[in-house]
């Protein structure tokens, strides 16, 4: 009966480890091969100098209204107007509330709409320290400098190029195309919302919308060298929690123990202690499974089985770097500490801002708890000053996914398209209250230089980028 059972363990084991090792042999890249973007007609320079001469205008925001530059607005949406006027001559176009744009570019049947989304209002560049002026826009050495030339006056641009000349060759779409330019994404406004309302109240739900997101990045994955096209199907929540404790106060002379600054500064270290928990999403799986097919045998055979080690992955993925662990788990940034106005008194009152990015699977209610149990003290309090739950996730098996994969191979042939999750929020994640196919994806392929410049000093972007944006753009739209 031993040998018996022995042999059952034996023959067990070898049935296993034989459908493991089919697993990895089916587990290889998918062949889908594509005809290169055709980029004739598009003019790489002229784009360039015409993003550069959008960078020059200021739109910077801001939540106090006061600091918001209005007439730098207004300039920008009738230089617009000037750089693309067949575009303004072919579609129509509309401003909602302070400043957001929404075109129609009529097609020829009924069919749902397709929506390109932009925004044109950018960060501050306060405190930056920046090698060229951030508001030149200096076309040197091959790239387009200046504030906003990513994120995201450079989508614009590339949207604006590719139907500018899509207008100009004579070129109808079968379906309506939107263009949802944003005036205040950068503060959370309320631009895209408006113009969720509009479509709401006409009864028009698109077919799929394309907002800024995911690049095409190399290096991004272990094992992986060769480019990715990332695709954001969904976006992580966004909530704001101010912590605070108060005291009697007093001198700085004779400081009580266990003040609003020391429990303050207690609670900081106890949610710096214990993160919250690292989870693989079906999303970011369906990221390993794609990328993961093109890596060398050995990464191969883990990644082959990734459904089956989802902890131990979501724990790799974790320690791997900030944004890799920032896909993974709900993360949790102190952006801002306030205590006594004065050296030599004790603060009545100490606050600390956190700003954190729920992860799929959370909630704005489920993530305040947790930070009511880790904190464990009931004189912090925690006060949400705004928030919002992560976006619904996008369809990736219908016919709007497929050509926009499609789109992406076609302007970068090396490259592999995999869906992820987007950590930052974006004008976007209004649109997924009409729309099952919200798709996050900027066509530029960036460098880690270029992404860690987005809302920091030197910000800039190629020309090719700029040019093969504009060819994807052309070619989504040709093909839909």
């Not at 042999?7 to 697993?23: F, I, N, S, W």
């Not at 001469?53 to 730098?72: F, H, K």
């Not at 900030?322 to 030599?344: H, I, K, Y």
């Given at each position: 009966?031993?040998?018996?059972l022995?042999?059952?363990?034996t023959?067990?084991?070898?049935?296993?480890?034989?459908?493991a090792?089919?697993?990895?042999?089916?587990?290889?890249?998918?062949?889908?091969?594509?005809?290169p973007v055709d980029?004739?007609?598009l003019d790489?320079d002229?784009?360039?100098?015409?993003l550069?001469?959008l960078?020059?205008?200021?739109?910077?925001?801001?939540?106090?209204?006061?600091?918001?530059?209005?007439?730098?607005?207004?300039?920008?949406?009738?230089?617009?107007?000037?750089?693309?006027?067949?575009?303004?001559?072919?579609?129509?176009?509309?401003?909602?509330?302070?400043?957001?744009?929404l075109?129609?570019?009529?097609g020829?049947?009924?069919e749902?709409p397709l929506?390109?989304m932009?925004?044109?209002d950018?960060?501050?560049?306060?405190?930056?320290?920046?090698?060229?002026?951030?508001?030149?826009?200096?076309?040197?050495?091959?790239?387009v400098?200046?504030?906003?030339?990513?994120?995201?006056k450079?989508?614009?641009?590339?949207?604006?190029?590719a139907?500018?000349?899509?207008?100009?060759?004579?070129?109808t779409?079968?379906?309506?195309?939107?263009l949802?330019?944003?005036?205040?994404?950068?503060?959370?406004?309320?631009?895209?919302?408006?113009?969720?309302?509009?479509?709401?109240?006409?009864?028009?739900?698109?077919?799929?919308?394309?907002?800024e997101?995911?690049a095409?990045?190399?290096?991004?994955?272990?094992?992986?060298?060769?480019?990715?096209?990332?695709?954001?199907?969904?976006?992580?929540?966004?909530?704001?929690?101010?912590?605070?404790?108060?005291?009697?106060?007093?001198h700085?002379?004779?400081?009580?123990r266990d003040?609003a600054?020391?429990?303050?500064?207690?609670?900081?270290?106890?949610?710096e202690?214990?993160?919250?928990?690292?989870?693989l999403h079906?999303?970011?799986?369906g990221?390993i499974?794609?990328?993961?097919?093109?890596?060398?045998?050995?990464?191969?055979?883990?990644?082959?089985?990734?459904?089956?080690?989802r902890?131990?992955?979501?724990?790799?993925?974790?320690?791997?770097?900030?944004e890799?662990?920032?896909?993974?788990?709900?993360?949790v940034?102190?952006?801002?500490?306030?205590?006594?106005?004065?050296?030599?008194?004790?603060?009545t009152?100490?606050?600390a801002?956190?700003?954190i990015?729920?992860?799929?699977?959370?909630?704005?209610?489920?993530?305040?708890?947790?930070?009511?149990?880790?904190?464990?003290?009931p004189?912090?309090?925690v006060?949400?000053v705004?928030g919002n739950?992560p976006?619904?996730?996008?369809?990736s098996?219908?016919?709007?996914?497929?050509l926009?994969s499609?789109?992406?191979?076609?302007?970068?042939?090396e490259?592999?398209?995999?869906?992820?999750?987007?950590?930052?929020?974006?004008?976007a994640?209004?649109?997924?209250?009409?729309?099952d196919s919200?798709?996050?994806?900027?066509?530029?392929?960036l460098s880690?230089?270029?992404?860690s410049?987005?809302?920091?000093?030197d910000e800039?972007?190629?020309i090719?980028?700029?040019?093969?944006?504009?060819g994807?753009?052309?070619h989504?739209?040709?093909?839909?």
């Amino acid at each position: 009966m031993r040998r018996a059972l022995a042999l059952a363990v034996t023959g067990a084991a070898t049935g296993a480890a034989a459908a493991a090792a089919r697993r990895v042999a089916r587990f290889r890249p998918v062949e889908q091969p594509v005809a290169p973007v055709d980029l004739t007609g598009l003019d790489a320079d002229a784009a360039a100098q015409r993003l550069a001469e959008l960078i020059r205008i200021p739109t910077v925001s801001s939540r106090d209204p006061g600091q918001v530059d209005a007439a730098a607005f207004e300039t920008y949406r009738a230089r617009l107007a000037e750089l693309y006027p067949r575009t303004h001559e072919a579609l129509d176009r509309e401003v909602l509330g302070g400043g957001a744009l929404l075109y129609r570019w009529r097609g020829t049947t009924d069919e749902p709409p397709l929506v390109l989304m932009a925004h044109y209002d950018v960060v501050p560049v306060a405190g930056q320290e920046w090698s060229r002026d951030p508001f030149s826009g200096l076309v040197e050495d091959g790239r387009v400098h200046g504030r906003g030339a990513i994120d995201d006056k450079g989508s614009m641009v590339a949207i604006l190029e590719a139907v500018e000349a899509l207008v100009a060759e004579g070129f109808t779409p079968r379906r309506d195309v939107h263009l949802s330019f944003g005036n205040d994404e950068e503060v959370a406004g309320v631009g895209a919302r408006l113009a969720v309302e509009a479509f709401t109240a006409r009864g028009i739900r698109p077919w799929a919308v394309v907002d800024e997101g995911g690049a095409v990045v190399s290096g991004m994955f272990p094992g992986v060298p060769g480019q990715v096209a990332v695709v954001g199907l969904a976006e992580k929540g966004l909530l704001d929690v101010e912590l605070v404790t108060t005291d009697a106060g007093g001198h700085a002379s004779s400081p009580a123990r266990d003040g609003a600054p020391a429990r303050l500064a207690r609670a900081i270290l106890a949610l710096e202690a214990d993160p919250f928990p690292a989870r693989l999403h079906d999303v970011v799986l369906g990221m390993i499974d794609a990328v993961g097919r093109q890596a060398p045998l050995g990464h191969r055979a883990l990644f082959a089985h990734a459904g089956r080690l989802r902890p131990v992955l979501a724990s790799v993925l974790a320690r791997a770097g900030r944004e890799a662990g920032a896909m993974v788990r709900t993360t949790v940034a102190v952006t801002r500490l306030e205590g006594s106005r004065a050296s030599n008194v004790l603060a009545t009152r100490a606050l600390a801002h956190l700003n954190i990015r729920i992860a799929l699977g959370e909630t704005v209610q489920s993530t305040v708890a947790r930070l009511h149990r880790v904190i464990g003290d009931p004189s912090v309090e925690v006060r949400v000053v705004s928030g919002n739950d992560p976006s619904p996730v996008s369809r990736s098996d219908n016919e709007a996914f497929a050509l926009l994969s499609s789109a992406a191979r076609a302007t970068y042939p090396e490259a592999v398209v995999a869906p992820y999750v987007m950590v930052q929020a974006s004008d976007a994640r209004h649109f997924s209250r009409i729309c099952d196919s919200v798709y996050r994806f900027m066509p530029f392929d960036l460098s880690r230089e270029e992404l860690s410049a987005l809302h920091a000093a030197d910000e800039r972007i190629s020309i090719a980028a700029l040019h093969r944006g504009a060819g994807f753009f052309r070619h989504l739209i040709r093909s839909v």
